[in-house]
């Protein structure tokens, strides 16, 4: 689903030519500097448009109804303990008696990735000939029948892992399914879903690290959202 009127994405390339961020400008790493050709959006501008999709999410939902809001690890986690935050903040002004959410937690593996198993293990599969599969490692998904579900996303790429993802949930009848994610590339038509609510939007050519994003497990402890230069993608 697109993204609704009031809380469209921001175009990472045109902040970029606006704002012109030079990593001289912000505090990095040592030793990711080499590694690193810009900053897409510095740590205070990440937080800012995250309280705004707080802001947009609880206006989304009827506070008096219990929300359920699933992490995808692990590069969702900088995404997700931010959101919460806000989110948190915002519930100490309610007047509702209800629990502003519920959290949840799923890791998606992809064919030949190891990790470790938690109380269930769900083998999900994508096309008629099972030609895309993943494994969701999680906690009983049952519990979020008949539940508003908000799926927290660091990046959506390709979207058909997270296409995949959404419909195993889907079939223990949640009573409404949305996306929110910090990130979304910008493919080509045939992407399977959109997100509802997303921070910002770049190019597809874009590598990006920080704020939880790596590459190869590294970068995650970037503050700011960068880009990797090409070359360093490629030795690795």
Known sequence: MPAA???????LTRSQETIALQNAHLLLSYHYQDDVSKVLASNGMI????????????????PD?????????????GFFTTLLKYLTRMACY??????????????????????????SEVIARLGDNHSHEITIVSENLACVRDKHVLVCEDLINTGKTLALFCAKLREYGP??????????????????????????TLPSTEFVVGYSLDHQEKYRDLTHLCALKPQVVLKT
């Open 5 to 11: 009127s009031g809380h469209q994405p921001i175009d």
């Open 94 to 119: 309610s007047s509702s008696s209800q629990a502003p959410f519920l959290e949840h937690y799923a890791r998606i593996l992809q064919p030949g990735a190891e990790g470790s198993k938690s109380e």
């Open 65 to 77: 109804e219990e929300l359920h809001l699933m992490c995808v690890l692990k590069g969702s986690r």
């Open 175 to 200: 009573k409404s399914l949305r996306i929110a994610t910090l990130l979304e590339k910008r493919q080509s038509s045939d992407v399977p879903l959109k997100a509802d609510f997303c921070g910002f």
């Open 47 to 62: 937080q800012d448009r995250i309280e705004k999709l707080a802001m947009d999410i609880r206006n989304q939902y009827n």
